[in-house]
């Protein structure tokens, strides 16, 4: 690390510049800079997060029952064992990223409430100037770095996303989104209504449930679920065998990779079969007479939008019980009392809970620029969702859909720390991607095809995200196992790359 200073009309400001400037100290952030000590000894580096302290998501997201939706054996590191139930809670997935963070000394990389609002490259000194704010102190904070690692995620964290209904303002009664959940709300006793289907949905309900004197989820649209038990029962066994858990966590990772692999290949090839397969798990906890054709049959097929697993059924056991119901309709209407659906039906609610989804956020909502120049990232072209054509030094985590998302974020943290080495072993100081002369006449392509997944917080945010091709190396293609094989083998002196 270095340090100059600048005149400011106030007062002088100091600049630090690092080798690597890491955006984020949520999962995808911890794991790059644990990726940096290791494989890329001597680099400089800091991670800038603008909360008060590390964990991303599971920070900000504190409605009851925050949990996984990704078994941890998959959604932890590779390099750290999970020796614990696959579906975590928030406070267990913060006590293991605490954990990597002090094992591997991370600490002292990181700078708490650090936000960063405009990053701009400057060709002729070929590097990162980053401007920010400390949140606390409210000075202005600048860094200069050679490489820019964005981990950021991709939703907007101060948010989430809630449409606007006719009459909202008429109700009396709370609305509260979960990612802005309030530590006063007293939901003891009243009735309540959860817009929404998603893994928020079917985590929130069953933790509030027996509190509540009823909870209604609102849905327009079914949604399917996985369930099963919240353990791995190869796990267990090797736990009471005696075998190190660094052994268990490789083999039990294979294990579930090898199933998610099938059962996602089989999500294409025989859609139908994994549809009723799928219903069939529902069917159990709700028994033979609920009308799972109503409201837990979707319209499209498995995998088109990610899968939610509710461990032990717990969300389905509430239903079962009779503290918590599904009612599938659309809303005309937000009354004094309630909200007033299509069909006519008024539910009744003291507090309407809008686990409506994100806001898609691309690349931390900071102003972007290139030698003087806004940057529009929907102008690039994405390489393999991790670069964007044009874009040189910067390298973006954006992970799987049906899969972990950690998964990918080892992946990109891999193919950077190779890149990086690279670039030192060849003396060059920049990369930018860049297409091809066989690539020139490539049809350009929205990021994702809405025919392969199609969630809500996606379709919303579309525009805003950079252009696919039609070749694997232009595409996110949301296929871990062929990137796991095809990311350690990308060739970097492949014309898609310009060194300088």
């Known amino acids: 690390m270095t340090v100059t200073a600048i005149s400011g009309r106030a007062a002088t400001q100091q600049i630090e510049h690092f080798d690597v400037a890491i955006i984020g100290a949520g999962i995808s952030g911890v794991g790059g800079a644990y990726h940096l000590t290791k494989q890329c000894p001597g680099t400089s580096f800091v ?24 078994d941890l054996y998959t959604f932890g590191y590779g390099f750290k064992p999970w020796t614990s139930a696959p579906i975590a809670t928030r406070a267990e997935i913060l006590d293991y990223m605490g954990e990597v963070i002090a094992e591997n000394g991370l600490d002292h990389h990181i700078r708490y409430r650090h936000r960063i609002s405009s990053a701009r490259w400057s060709s002729d000194s070929r590097l990162w100037m980053l401007e920010g704010t400390r949140t606390d102190t409210g000075e202005t904070v600048r860094f200069t770095a050679n490489f820019l690692w964005m981990c950021q995620g991709y939703y907007r964290h101060s948010e989430g996303y809630t449409p606007e209904w006719s009459g909202m303002k008429d109700f009396r009664g709370r609305i509260v989104h979960p990612q802005k959940w309030p530590e006063d709300l007293d939901y003891a006793g009243k ?17 509030i449930a027996a509190e ?10 079914p949604t399917f679920f996985r369930t099963g038990r919240n353990a791995i029962p190869l796990a267990d066994e090797l736990r009471e065998l005696g075998i190190d858990e660094a052994w268990i966590h490789v083999i039990v990772r294979r294990k ?14 025989e859609p ?29 097929r498995p995998w088109r939008q990610r899968i939610a697993f509710v461990p032990d059924g717990d969300f389905l056991e509430a239903i079962r019980a009779g503290q918590a119901s599904v009612v599938t309709d659309e809303i005309e209407s937000f009354t004094e009392t309630g909200i007033l659906l299509r069909s006519g039906r008024v539910l009744e609610a003291d507090i309407i809970i809008t686990a409506t989804g994100f806001n898609l956020n691309v690349l931390g909502d900071i102003d972007f620029e290139i030698d003087g120049k806004p940057l529009i990232f929907a102008d690039t072209v994405t390489y393999r969702g991790m670069m964007f054509t044009g874009v040189p030094n910067m390298a973006w985590v954006f992970g799987y859909f049906r899969a972990s998302w950690t998964l990918r974020a080892d992946l990109v943290a891999d193919f950077v720390c190779r890149l990086l080495n690279h670039m030192k072993k060849k003396g060059v100081r920049q990369v930018t991607p860049t297409l091809r002369p066989e690539d020139q006449d490539m049809p350009l392509l929205a990021w994702i095809d809405p025919e392969n997944f199609n969630p809500g917080y996606v379709m ?10 039609d070749k694997p190396e232009w595409q996110h293609t949301q296929d871990y196992w062929t990137e796991k094989d095809e990311f350690p083998a990308i060739d970097l002196d492949d014309g898609a790359f310009v060194f300088e």
């Open 460 to 469: 919303r945010g579309m525009h805003l995200l950079p252009k696919r091709g």
């Open 272 to 300: 139908e079969a994994v549809k009723q397969e799928l219903l069939a798990g529902v069917r159990a906890h709700l028994g033979p007479d609920y009308d799972l054709a109503t409201h837990f049959t979707p319209r499209y």
């Open 212 to 221: 509540c004197g009823h909870v209604a989820m609102l849905q327009r649209s």
């Open 256 to 269: 579930i990779l090898r199933e998610q692999s099938v059962f996602t290949r089989r999500s294409f090839t």
């Open 47 to 70: 991670v800038l997060e603008a909360h008060e302290t590390f964990g991303g998501t599971w920070l900000t997201h504190r409605y009851p029952g925050t949990r996984s939706d990704s």
């Open 191 to 207: 009735n309540v209504v959860v817009i929404g289907s998603g893994a928020t949905a079917a985590t929130l309900i069953p933790a």
